[in-house]
């Protein structure tokens, strides 16, 4: 039981990251209907741009994790918006879809010879250490993260529900041209979303690499959970996004522990087409028609 | 264009073309296969730039018999395919010797090629198998686990002084052939096994490994994994409160494991075949000008591609020719010291196998670095 309730804690903290990148694969599903394949990118690149500022620029840390931080809102919040989705979009979801998929590489690539192929330490922001809870003993880290994770997305979920901008967001991303007529600044609106996406993606990349350390090909494990966080969850829903982050991370452990390490990938990706065969709009989706 | 401007132009092509002729006849090429990205990238980093600090002194020095060393390097992005694929192409590119991989997988896969050519392979990894299949071109840079283990689980009655241990191992050739040899040597002794837990090459979160060692209430751990995985298996084991003893073979102890884990090292125990902290003159040399040419600290890899490559010149020069045959020939039951060839840093012995014999140690982490606390004989007197 005492075990039970370690894993369960240490896959509801690894959830909550996944959900923080699975609510990218959702806000930018819902801004431009593509699914945008660096998502795991996204959070291996901010750790390494710390360490990169650190490494090269001789700066203190809290200083990097500043500089490292507007730096990738700029280029993949903004510039990911206006260089890469504004020009692409034009020419249909699809060629969308195939320059994130070079994305990816071009940063996994970029992040290996411009600054290493190595897994690097990155410091975490909790301290190490445990505590004792029913008999259990949790780690802090683990508490930690699962606690900024969730602070994080509830914070998110009041914005969106909440503020009139958040309001607006919604409108946008449910109606862009009724929107529009309404009044409502949508270029503005979309800006925005990438921001939002791009943050969240620092704050997962700040919470795992301590974990996982800091590696080029980081992305590839994230990106895969969190894209079956998102369609276990509901791929047009934050909420959906959270479930599923919760549940792969839950799955992923508890398989880790009683099946086998070799096939704990699995187990999610027969999660993913369960829930595709009997559920395709995810747990917490809602169902979108088209006119074809 | 005029006669003489056609007589100049001719002359230049024929000299470039017999200055480069001379080059080639001043030069040997060796290939390095190693692993400079994916889950190798620490081990076969420090294995090149190892091997790089040699060839830049032996050049230095007048290079072998005469002959400067041109090292080429194709990173195998640790991936057996990729590996074979080099290794062929050096044994394309009429290389003399191969140098790496480090990943006993990639050998594995790969070590066929170079015995097919004649090749002589040095390499890195320690999975007994290797040394078992009757290739006569492999040579190994580090301990056979097979004469590793017996001496860890020693360690394990005496030292740690265990009667159960938890045995955590990554699934690829070097973690099976270490689980498989330590696992029979602790049950020899007495030595219940309370847990025995594979985990996977490349592996990122290591929290319910971490928690099953913990709920397996072993005396001690053994830790059987790759420099990358080692770091984030001590972090997550040490964010569990894991207050036991964490022991494991070489990897555990090495520098970038430590410096990955950071604090979550501290403590760490077990056997190491070759250490820049080890109580040798020729080891903490080899260390100070490794730190100073590339600004951080070797493992043990990094010793492995040094000495390697100047049992390779050793060899070479005890032959008086560029003959593999000869390599070969002498190579195997070669005995190199270190009062004869500086560069080997510790007297060692290649069998007839390709297996290597020497010192070896035992070590711990303390405030983070690796302390030598013993010193252990060759498995053979030599």
């Known amino acids: ?292 | 264009m005029t006669l003489t401007k056609r007589s100049l132009m001719l002359a230049t092509v024929a000299l470039a073309a017999s200055l480069g002729a001379a080059a080639a006849q001043d030069a040997v090429k060796i290939v390095g296969v190693v692993e400079l990205s994916g889950a190798g990238a620490t081990a076969g980093t420090n294995y090149k730039n190892g091997a790089q600090l040699a060839v830049d002194e032996i050049n230095a020095a007048g290079g072998i018999l005469g002959k400067k060393i041109e090292f080429v390097v194709y990173d195998t992005q640790t991936n057996p395919g990729n590996t074979r694929a080099a290794v062929q192409r050096g044994v394309d590119e009429g290389a003399f010797a191969i140098f790496g991989p480090v990943f006993s997988g990639p050998i594995g896969a790969s070590m066929q090629i170079a015995q097919k050519a004649g090749v002589p392979q040095i390499v890195g990894g320690e999975a007994a198998g290797l040394t078992k299949q009757g290739v006569t071109t492999l040579f190994r840079t580090s301990l056979n686990q097979a004469d590793a283990m017996p001496k860890l689980a020693n360690y394990f009655k005496d030292a740690v002084k265990a009667s159960s241990v938890a045995v955590v191992w990554v699934n690829n050739d070097f973690g099976k052939g270490g689980r498989d040899a330590i696992i029979p040597e602790l049950q020899k002794r007495g030595i219940k096994i309370a847990a025995d837990i594979a985990t996977e090459s490349g592996q990122a979160d290591f929290a319910a490994d971490a928690i099953k060692v913990k709920n397996a209430n072993a005396d001690a751990v053994f830790v059987y994994l790759n420099e990358e995985e080692s770091a984030r298996f001590l972090r997550a084991i040490k964010q569990q409160g894991y207050d036991k003893p964490i022991v494991g073979e070489t990897t555990l102890l090495g520098a970038k494991v430590i410096e990955l884990a950071g604090a979550a090292a501290e403590g760490a125990k077990g056997h190491v075949g070759l250490s820049v902290d080890a109580p040798v003159a020729g080891f903490a040399e080899f260390g100070k000008k490794f730190q100073a040419k590339f600004n951080y600290k070797s493992d043990h890899n990094g010793i492995k591609g040094y000495s390697g490559m100047y049992m390779l010149k050793s060899v070479v020069e005890k032959t008086g020719k560029f003959d593999k045959e000869a390599f070969l020939k002498a190579a195997h039951g070669a005995v190199i010291k270190v009062k004869d060839v500086p560069g080997i840093l510790i007297d060692s012995k290649w069998d007839d196998n390709g297996d290597v014999d020497r010192e070896s140690f035992l070590a711990e982490v303390k405030g983070g670095k690796q302390v030598i606390t013993g010193t252990l004989p060759p498995v053979n007197k030599f």
Do not use: C
Request: glycine share 8%; no cysteine.
């Open chain 1, 1 to 292: 039981m005492d075990q039970l309730l370690q894993l369960v804690l240490a896959g509801l903290a690894t959830g909550s990251i996944y959900a923080l990148a699975a609510i990218g694969f959702t806000l930018v599903w819902q801004t431009s209907q593509t699914i945008n394949f660096a998502q795991g990118e996204f959070v291996m690149l901010p750790a390494i741009l710390v360490l990169a500022a650190v490494k090269f620029l001789h700066l203190p840390l809290p200083a990097a994790v500043l500089l490292a931080t507007g730096a990738f809102l700029l280029l993949f919040g903004f510039g990911f918006k206006k260089f890469l989705v504004d020009p692409m979009l034009r020419h249909g979801v699809l060629p969308l879809a195939i320059a994130t998929m070079a994305l990816s590489i071009l940063m996994k690539e970029g992040a290996k010879d411009g600054f290493s192929a190595e897994a690097q330490q990155f410091p975490s922001l909790v301290p190490d250490g445990a505590v004792n809870l029913f008999g259990a003993t949790l780690s802090l880290r683990d508490i930690a993260i699962f606690i900024v994770a969730v602070v994080a997305i509830v914070l998110l979920q009041l914005f969106v529900t909440r503020t009139r901008t958040g309001r607006m967001m919604q409108a946008t991303a449910q109606n862009p041209d009724v929107a529009k007529i309404l009044g409502i600044p949508t270029e503005q609106m979309i800006l925005l979303t990438f921001l939002i996406n791009a943050g969240l993606a620092v704050l997962a990349s700040f919470l795992i690499s301590p974990i996982y350390l800091a590696k080029f090909s980081n992305g590839e494990v994230i990106g895969t959970a969190a894209f079956i966080a998102a369609i276990v969850g509901g791929f047009n829903q934050v909420r959906g996004a959270l479930l599923g982050g919760f549940i792969v991370g839950l799955v992923d452990n508890l398989a880790a522990a009683y099946v086998s390490s070799a096939y704990r990938a699995a187990v999610p990706l027969a999660l993913l087409v369960l829930v595709i065969l009997f559920k395709p709009e995810g747990l917490l989706g809602r169902k979108e028609e088209r006119t074809v």
